[in-house]
């Protein structure tokens, strides 16, 4: 057996440790049902509500805000980066800045966004620029610098005017820190979005745990639960290959 | 280096650090500006300005009140940081060190990393209950994984000629952990460290905002709740403060840890 | 330290140029310096470390103007930007890692509106002229140094430049790909006929591979002495057991050691 497939295996034997002794935990009792339902029980009610259509309005609403704060992140965070890059100076301030920045709980502000925007869309498309965009400026400015002065210099020898300077040469030496950025931001907007929705929402994936919290409906919000880690990891999970496949071309493996 | 050069390299660095002081200045200015601009356009209601923030600040710092709920937000976070950093920092050096275990936990760690947490807040509440104990989780999730992924990445882009030359001195693997494994990668766990840092102290607050009674994010929701624009501000800017200033020390102390002399 | 008369005009014509570098500190990197270049001619530099060979070879091409002189390529004067017709192999890898050796290799000729076909064979000639047929498809990443810096050159040749610049291309080789490597080098400038400028710092590749070398000076970089080779013109790096080898390389170090001593202890 390969090492791979042996590592696989032994990563399924043990989310399946975890999840199999809950099951029976569940299933006998030993578990209080309001406290935890069995994993197959998640598994059901998540079924049934993405079958009855019940979710649809959240999801749509949860999947569009996030894709609207990702995009923003994404070209907010590469043009700033991009900028920065150019100017030394701007460099100097911007460094320390971003350096703290996700040392500071960001969701924090998301009640004074709340009370400045209102209730609804805005303020967590807001939340989640804040929260993604920085890390997008981040993985631009390290994916420039990462780019070698020889290639540039090439560039200059085969005389390319800037603009395919930019096109052949600047983005494909950049590209994989880039995609890390946006591996990032996609995260972080994931995460700032429903945070948001479930402290403080009417609508959306986030909220809806949060009701059925509140509504003591258990199955419902295990199963609401179940779904949004599964969009998380699968989401993320995409990127992640696609990052290792570009980055394996061009690594000595 | 001529002594002339070198003094002309001194002259280059100085006067890009003046400009650099300058920069921060008209950065620290325009940000208080746009805070008061913020604070006046909306009339005080979303946020205080400034001035009467810090005015307010001052002024809560001396009740018993604030300190009472300071030392609530401390107590969690304090034992959230110490149980991720202890935690993870061992979760990381055994991953390190056996790495087929390794490989087979972090696609999993990185997995939870991705999730948003706030939504396993629920199940933490239904385990721990509300109270302290359920703060210390909600920060320990969100501090522990971290830690325990860069110390596992520190372990990993170790040089092998590091253990190699541990076996060639024939020390025992708790001298090559505490001799050389660890100096190795201290610069990666101090910053794994500063960001575990700041993560428990997210969840830690975020726990309190909406399943506490006592503690700071306790107090800047229950300012948002009774329209005390001034006391939630005032929040904001001290947990803002105390963060960035932790982190900032944090950064120096792991950027003396890298320009260490080598042994 | 002028080339000796010839009927017709030179390739490369430097007339007392010098580069200065702004501080602080203000540096004086090179110059005055006088040089000709015949069509054809391979010509190699060897001078001790940080004497301005490497900025010699950027005002050369034209990617750094000189602060004060003239030079001129094919009778035009440079003014800042690579005219067409000279291709420059540079000392660090400058090989694209997202493209494949053949992708590489056509990089080059993208801009030059030839058609496909003519684009195919021209690449196809260079990669197997290069003997890195074998591995057309494969990526940097995967190649050895050596192997890296073939891609490099043969991306340089497609575009049948009539002047080649090179800055101690294979300075990270060891010693037995470097004799190799120049023979590939030789074997290229008889058969494209271009003019060839070797920038070194191992004087026995200098001395084997050139017509003429050109000893420079510490910094700021001035030729000190130019010495003709006489070699035939299909040599190969078997010419080190002619004793003329050993005579020419003793020759180029007696001029350089006292300038290297000089630098070493500046750099002390």
Known sequence: MTRRRAVLCVRVAVLAGLVVPLELCCRTGIIDPLTIIAPSDMVASMVDLLGSGELNESIESTFSTIALAFVLAIGLGTLAGALVHRSPRLRDVSDPLLASYYSVPTFIFYPLLVALLGLGKPPLVVLGVLSAAPAVMISTLSGLDGVSSVLIKMARVHRLNPVRTLWWIVLPAALPRLFTGFKLALSYALIGVIAGEFILSGTGLGYAISFAYQSFDNRAMYGVMLFVMLVAVTANGILYVWEGRLARRRSAR | MSDLSLENALARTSSRRRIRAFDAVVLALSMLALWQAVGSWTKGVVVSPPLQTFVYLFGLLRTWMFWDHAAATLQAFLLAFALSALIGLALGLVFGVRRFAGEVAEPILAGFYTIPKVTLYPVVLLVFGLGISAKVAFGVMHGLVPMTLFTLGAMRNLPPVLIRTARVLRLSPGRTMLWILMPACLPDIVNGLRISFSLSLLGVLIGEMFSSQRGLGFLLVSGMAQHNVPLSTAVVTMIVAVAIAANTLMLRVGGRAARRPNP | ?268
């Open chain 3, 1 to 268: 330290m002028s080339a000796p008369a010839v009927s017709e005009p030179s390739h490369v014509a430097l007339k007392e140029v010098v580069r200065h570098y702004e501080g602080p500190p203000a540096i004086h990197a090179l110059g005055p310096i006088d040089l000709a270049i015949q069509r054809g001619e391979f010509f190699s530099i060897v001078g001790p470390s940080g004497c301005g060979k490497s900025t010699l070879l950027d005002v050369l091409c034209g990617l750094v103007r000189p602060t004060g002189g003239s030079v001129q390529f094919e009778g035009k004067e440079l003014r800042g930007e690579v005219p067409d017709g000279i291709g420059v192999v540079f000392q660090e890898d400058s090989s694209m890692p997202w493209l494949s050796v053949r992708q590489n290799v056509a990089f080059g000729l993208r801009t030059s509106g030839l058609a496909k076909q003519e684009i195919t064979e021209r690449v196809d000639h260079a990669v197997s002229f290069m003997g890195l047929a074998q591995f057309a498809d494969h990526y940097p990443a995967q190649l050895s140094g050596g192997m890296r810096q073939r891609v490099c050159i043969a991306r340089t040749l497609v575009l049948r430049p009539r002047l080649i610049l090179l800055d101690e291309p294979f300075g990270a080789l060891d010693q037995q790909t470097r004799l190799l490597m120049g023979d590939e080098l030789l074997r290229l400038w008889r058969e494209t006929g271009a003019t060839v400028l070797l920038i070194t710092h191992a004087l026995d590749e200098a001395a084997m591979l050139s017509d003429r070398v050109g000893v420079m000076s510490a910094r700021p970089g001035r030729f000190i002495d130019m010495v003709e080779t006489g070699w035939p013109r299909d040599r190969d790096s078997r010419i080190v057991s002619d004793p003329a080898f050993g005579a020419l390389t003793a020759r180029l170090w007696s001029s350089l050691r006292e300038e290297s001593l000089k630098t070493m202890g500046r750099a002390a």
